[in-house]
């Protein structure tokens, strides 16, 4: 079935710091990627999407490329700050274009020190 | 969020006790979902909804049950709760099938 594979948590970074967060899937057709990201006692948000090849989503200075080839969407922000602290999830959802069954990576806990 | 409420926000129970937690939405949003949420595991959907009364299983639906029958409202209802349902529960819902979720705050739960 399909799957969603993140790096291992947990990571700790200076603030400033560039931040790269790997998400790799398997999937049987073609997916709709995102980002989710949850802070303490929160429901999980939508960070960011993709709904094809080399669409590249952002939002709050945030970015990932939906790479085909690698099967990848990975995470990155040039600049993180204290307030990014956070877990932050890979999904992708198995209806093409759609957003119903989201399948979650395992989440990646962030934390960033001043 | 958008307009998800999620009750009880905690709750202590008894293995065998039947449990039944509510996701109330202020929209008119046509789909709704359950998920449980695990260390190691992320986000694993348990059921979701398409319509009043129409329902259908996620990966994770042994030992629980919905229900719809408002547009606003999707029960999540353990029979009798065991301890490997101790989880963090969340409701989410999507105006449209190719939209993004967006999720309830969750709701503890432990089974003792």
């Known amino acids: 079935g399909d799957s969603v594979t993140q790096m291992e948590g947990p990571v700790t970074l200076s603030e400033e710091a560039f931040l790269t967060i790997n998400c790799t899937y398997t999937?049987?057709?073609?997916?709709?990627l995102f980002w989710y990201v949850q802070y303490p006692g929160e429901g999980l948000q939508l960070l960011l999407k993709?709904?094809?090849?080399?669409d590249k989503g952002s939002n709050k200075g945030f970015e990932a490329t939906y790479r085909k080839e690698t099967t990848s969407f990975h995470l990155e922000k040039g600049s993180v700050q204290v307030s990014d602290s956070a877990v932050y999830f890979c999904?992708?959802?198995?209806?093409?274009?759609?957003?119903?069954?989201?399948?979650f990576g395992q989440g990646t806990r962030l934390t960033i020190n001043p | 969020d958008a307009g998800i409420t999620q009750s009880p926000r905690h709750k202590v129970t008894e293995t065998g006790t039947p449990v039944t937690l509510r996701c109330h939405q202020t929209e008119n949003h046509r789909y709704m979902y359950w998920y449980r949420q695990d260390p190691g595991h992320g986000l694993r959907l348990i059921h979701y909804?398409?319509?009043?009364?129409?329902?259908d299983k996620g990966e994770v639906s042994d030992g629980y049950s919905v229900s719809r029958s408002k547009t606003e409202d999707f029960l999540l209802t353990l029979e009798s709760a065991t301890s490997s349902q101790t989880s963090v529960y969340f409701c989410?819902?999507?105006?449209?099938?190719?939209?993004?979720?967006?999720f309830g705050d969750g709701t503890r739960l432990s089974i003792l």
């Open positions: 909804s398409y319509g009043v009364k129409d329902t």
């Open positions: 999904a992708l959802s198995d209806i093409p274009q759609g957003a119903q069954k989201l399948v």
């Open positions: 999937a049987t057709g073609y997916p709709s």
């Open positions: 989410a819902n999507s105006e449209m099938s190719n939209q993004p979720q967006h």
């Open positions: 993709a709904t094809k090849a080399d």
